[in-house]
């Protein structure tokens, strides 16, 4: 009898770890971030857009992404916390600098997709 309990303690503590010994899932840019982007940003954020006039940022490429605006960079990869991006879409800048400017707040799946692919590195995939 104590070895099956030993064999179910042993069964249950792998099967609480497993989750966090599982690798979280890579996110893209090309695939997951881009379409957010695309949906709730570039109407502003574009050549020639109010938002690109004001800030500089445009969100049409991962270059003018990762190039950030005239007052600096939006993402510091591997540090969602340090990143400005994050600051605005998660609403923790003045309500001035909120984004999307005076639209629906992004949903915590997409704010959490584009936390997480700053997570991983921020990478152009």
């Known amino acids: 009898m104590s070895t099956l309990r030993i064999l179910a303690a042993a069964a249950f503590a792998v099967a609480v770890a497993a989750p966090a010994l599982a690798k979280e899932e890579p996110v893209s840019f090309s695939e997951d971030v881009k379409p957010i982007l695309d ?5 502003c954020h574009q050549s020639g857009a109010e938002g690109t006039e ?3 940022l445009d969100l049409t490429s991962y270059a003018g992404l990762m190039k950030g605006t005239k007052h600096g960079s939006m993402i510091s990869p591997g540090d969602p916390v340090t990143s400005n991006l994050m600051v ?3 609403g923790k800048a003045d309500k001035s600098l909120q984004m999307p400017h005076g639209k629906k707040k992004l949903s915590s799946c997409d704010r959490d997709t584009i936390r997480k692919w700053i997570k991983q590195g921020a990478k152009n995939n």
């Open 39 to 43: 949906t709730r940003c570039t109407a």
């Open 54 to 56: 004001k800030s500089g």
């Open 88 to 90: 605005l879409i998660d």
